[in-house]
């Protein structure tokens, strides 16, 4: 397994760990960070929409599927952007900067190692040139 794919196989885990978390138990996840209690149905479907992302996360890390890899650094930035936003704009907890936090690094990490490979791979093939 590729670095890139490791990382992005770690940030999977997370996923699927905080997805299965808000379905089964948001209140339990809220009471760590200091966030009011909630009886909606909407954050289960959060909990659902990571479980999802985490799933396809799992599966093309361990695909090497690179084009993947590259998207998820793109979206898992966007994420955390949104998730500023929303502290600052929208009055939303600053908890939600810690999760930011998380898919930042995730993303940074996975960018770096997608561009070590590709170093890596640009000069294998310039040594074989030579």
Request: charged share 15%.
């Amino acid at each position: 397994m590729s670095k890139s794919a490791y990382s992005l196989r770690i940030f999977s885990f997370y996923m699927l760990i905080f997805g299965v978390v808000l379905i089964a138990d948001p209140n339990w996840l809220f009471a760590l960070f200091g966030v009011p209690e909630t009886h909606e149905v909407w954050i289960r479907i959060v909990g659902m929409m990571m479980l999802i992302v985490g799933f396809i996360d799992f599966m093309a890390s361990g695909n090497e599927m690179r084009l993947f890899f590259r998207w998820s650094v793109y979206a898992r930035l966007a994420v955390t952007i949104f998730l500023i936003g929303f502290v600052v704009l929208a009055s939303a907890p600053p908890v939600l900067l810690v999760f930011g936090a998380i898919d930042a690094g995730g993303a940074i990490w996975t960018g770096f190692c997608l561009r070590a490979e590709d170093l890596a791979k640009s000069e294998g093939l310039l040594g074989a040139v030579r």
